[in-house]
């Protein structure tokens, strides 16, 4: 089995942003295991900027994105470091390989990254993979490894994702306000828990949160993979997933599987306008597979880009998909409700191809 292991910087670092070496160690020997027992396991780690905090003494995290910058590239390193020291107890050896954005949007890179992970695996290394924070930007970036480490679950073709958190699971409601919430054990691929809104990032320390794990295993689902989210904490975890034995929440994998470019259009882009269209439009774009044309517009929101994510949605705002404008809101306005016919041979007659179009 290949499986794509996340772990979070609330659970990898104390109070005070320091890593906490007995976690450190508890995943690594947990991986030896897997790894002893014939299964491939890739780790998608946080914590770089927590440490680079903790490195430099500065008491509380920044928000500004240069600071974040900075404080990845110092943190980085000692991350690395503490992985190595305890693998090397095993005799593995980490391999550190940081992604950005494009390594999936991008064809020739995202080859090019499958492949290199592919011969680390084969050379009996253990990739340990984090967002390139360095150099990303707020405009082009994850915002959270959750989303990496499902997308990457796809590149690999996993057969699990497993994301470590410091809850148990997916509740039913907040259990840190509501005494009756339950552990939902199983989630299936078309369930409405998998667009339920459970709240933003846990910890001051970290960028994800219940809503990023929901949003990775609705990625993971739809790239056929079973993805399990689970407590950090929990001794013997990653074991005890991996063994069936039934720890966490499961989400289903879909029977429906879409392409990276497309798992990112849909679930992991910044959402920045939408589309009203009719119902034709709608049952043209449902159906057969069409590209969103200008006369089934009906109105335009957001002051979006060409290029950039927008939803596409009925009067009634039930959304029909998701995708990547050719046009700028702009443009689409001034072409909406006109036939092909009608507009300027010199401008784009499509609003949002059927290549870059995911139905809901």
């Given at each position: 089995m290949r499986i794509v292991l996340k772990i979070g910087t609330s659970s990898l670092t104390n109070d005070g942003g320091v890593l906490v070496p007995s976690v450190i160690a508890s995943v690594a020997d947990q991986i030896a295991d897997l790894r002893s027992s014939g299964h491939e396991v890739l780790l998608v780690t946080s914590g770089a900027v927590a440490s680079g905090v903790?490195?430099?003494?500065?008491?509380?995290?920044?928000?500004?994105?240069?600071?974040?910058?900075?404080?990845?590239?110092?943190?980085q390193p000692q991350l690395m470091a503490a992985y190595n020291s305890e693998l090397a107890r095993h005799q593995l050896v980490g391999a550190q390989v940081l992604l950005v954005p494009n390594d999936f949007v991008d064809r020739n890179q995202y080859l090019h990254a499958k492949n290199t992970l592919m011969r680390l695996i084969e050379l009996g290394c253990v990739p340990i993979i984090n967002e390139n924070d360095a150099i990303a930007n707020n405009e082009i970036r994850y915002g959270d490894n959750d989303h990496l480490a499902a997308l990457l679950s796809h590149l690999v073709s996993a057969d699990m994702l497993l994301l470590l958190t410091d809850t148990d699971g997916l509740y039913t409601s907040d259990p840190t306000s509501d005494v009756t919430a339950t552990l939902v054990a199983k989630v299936a691929a078309d369930d409405p828990l998998m667009s339920v809104n459970a709240g933003g990032s846990g910890t001051a320390r970290g960028s994800g949160g219940m809503a990023s794990k929901l949003a990775a295993a609705r990625i993971a689902s739809w790239s056929g993979v079973t993805a399990v989210?689970?407590?950090?904490?929990?001794?013997?975890?990653?074991?005890?997933?991996?063994?069936?034995?039934?720890?966490?929440?499961?989400?289903?994998?879909?029977?429906?599987?879409?392409?990276?470019?497309?798992?990112?259009?849909?679930?992991?882009?910044?959402?920045?306008?939408?589309?009203?269209?009719?119902?034709?439009?709608?049952?043209?774009?449902?159906?057969?597979?069409?590209?969103?044309?200008?006369?089934?517009?009906?109105?335009?929101?957001?002051?979006?880009?060409?290029?950039?994510?927008?939803d596409v949605a009925l009067p009634d705002g039930q959304v029909v998909g998701r995708g990547m404008s050719s046009v700028d809101a702009d443009e689409a306005r001034a072409m909406q409700g006109k036939r092909?016919?009608?507009?300027?041979?010199?401008?784009?007659?499509?609003?949002?191809?059927?290549?870059?179009?995911?139905?809901?």
């Open positions: 903790a490195g430099l003494g500065l008491g509380t995290r920044p928000t500004d994105t240069l600071s974040l910058q900075a404080l990845s590239a110092v943190g989210i689970a407590s950090a904490k929990r001794e013997n975890v990653v074991r005890e997933v991996v063994a069936g034995a039934g720890v966490g929440t499961t989400f289903a994998p879909h029977d429906r599987s879409l392409s990276a470019r497309k798992l990112w259009i849909a679930f992991a882009a910044d959402v920045v306008g939408s589309v009203t269209v009719d119902s034709g439009a709608a049952d043209a774009l449902r159906t057969a597979g069409r590209s969103l044309l200008p006369a089934g517009v009906l109105s335009v929101a957001g002051s979006f880009l060409a290029g950039d994510v927008v092909t016919a009608d507009i300027d041979a010199q401008r784009s007659t499509v609003v949002v191809h059927r290549d870059d179009l995911v139905i809901f």
